[in-house]
């Protein structure tokens, strides 16, 4: 629900400041005017009057700016807009201030004095030319600096709003992926053991339920995911038992430090998917605490040269670049695969 503006308690610190302004113009003007002490002559309400004024003229250019946004139709740039502000305020000021003083004048009889003279006519509209200049451009500059900041609010708010969504987008990529590949081998596991695939189904059910969990988080800590990487291996391993083993760094688990769900069931399954592991040449999965959480494996390609198209990878990078930190760092050697994730920290989770 949005609230009303309210003119005086949205602006406290602009009215105190044009307060403090206005004693500061009264005060030196009248030492300006004065050749000793005994000439100075101070009066408490002048700086009150002067004030009002002020506000008078803040208040003014605001139904400026507003009337004049309303019929403003081609996208100039805001100094542009603020110039025109300006510029129609201090004629209608000009016109105002001019026909309020004559009205005085008519009322209280004193039309022949305050406009005997074309210099006194002069003077008094070159007052009201400075003092609208002089407040009318600090409550300009006031609005513009309000407008910035809202300006900037605002596309802060957006981008992080399109962040939260495209690291959504990536989750929702990588969340079904997880649960059609474990459904396969588990439809394979009851053609070929029944007993087998009554275990896979009830760890399966397990993970699935962190799973469904983590999905709306755009973090978790390390220690759950390594819990859930830890079970997600033993799955894999009611398949492939004997062909592939996974070493966990006690180290990792003192860390507190935060990643994306699945980061590291995604490079597990990574390794497991791309390597051709048997009893005779298993494939060793490590994952190490080494300048960041990495993860290495050795590697034994198939012999059709069974390639991925490394969509799981590429996802993930994203997502540590939406949460703005460097890319993941993917080093494809020779004899062995290796992904670097970086450290986040406990300020990063909303």
Known sequence: MKTKPNFFKDNVPFFLFL?????????????????????????????????LRAVFIFWFVGVIKRNINKRITSKSSLLVNYVIFLSVGTLLYLVISSAFSLAISLTFGTFHRNYSTL??????????????????????????YKESIKYQKQASGYKIEKVKSEISQLKSQLNPHFLFNNL???????????????????????????????????LVTLEEELLFAEGYFKLMEEKYEGYYFLEIDEKLNEKESRVPPFCLQVLIENAITHNNGTSRKPIYIKIQDDKGIKVVNNKIPFKNGKKGNGVALINLSKQYELLGVSGIQI????????????????????
Do not use: C
């Open 184 to 218: 396969n081998i588990l439809d394979q596991l009851i053609e070929e053991d029944s007993e087998r695939a009554s275990i896979f189904l009830n760890r399966f059910s397990e993970l699935y339920r962190y799973s469904l969990h983590s999905a709306d988080k755009e």
């Open 119 to 144: 210099f006194r006519e002069f003077y008094r509209t070159t007052n009201s030319l400075i003092d609208f200049i002089m407040f009318g451009g600090l409550s300009l500059a006031y609005l513009y």
């Open 19 to 51: 307060f403090l302004f206005s004693w500061v113009v009264i005060i030196h003007g009248e030492l300006r005017n004065s050749t000793s002490w005994e000439d100075f002559r101070f009066f408490p309400d002048a700086p009150f009057w002067f004030f």
């Open 331 to 350: 080093n494809d050697l020779e004899e062995k695969f290796e992904v670097v994730l970086p450290y986040l920290n406990e300020e990063r989770q909303h």
